[in-house]
């Protein structure tokens, strides 16, 4: 059985506070970081992928370098 879109996007939020906790960010970075990702995964990106894009900008060396050089 499919987890339903309610606990898809639980699972998000919780991986999202999870990682910003273990790179010790705050609170509100953290919920803007969910509100990101379930954006995101609403539209059709994975969880993962979401995640990564939402905290991208926030965690040292994930920065996303974008544009054609």
Same mark, same amino acid.
């Given at each position: 059985? =499919?987890?339903?879109?309610?606990? &898809?996007?639980?699972? @998000? &939020? +919780? @991986?999202?506070?999870? +990682?910003?906790? /273990?790179? &010790?960010?705050?609170? !509100?970075? #953290? #919920? &803007?970081?969910? /509100? %990101?990702? %379930?954006?995101?995964? +609403?539209?059709? !990106?994975?969880?993962? +992928?979401? #995640? =990564?894009?939402? @905290?991208?900008?926030?965690?040292?060396?994930?920065?996303?370098?974008?544009? #054609?050089?």
């Amino acid at each position: 059985m =499919q987890p339903t879109t309610e606990q &898809r996007e639980f699972a @998000l &939020r +919780r @991986l999202i506070t999870v +990682r910003a906790h /273990k790179a &010790r960010l705050g609170h !509100d970075i #953290a #919920a &803007r970081a969910q /509100k %990101v990702a %379930v954006r995101a995964m +609403r539209a059709g !990106d994975s969880a993962h +992928r979401a #995640a =990564q894009a939402a @905290l991208g900008p926030y965690l040292p060396g994930t920065a996303q370098q974008g544009g #054609a050089q």
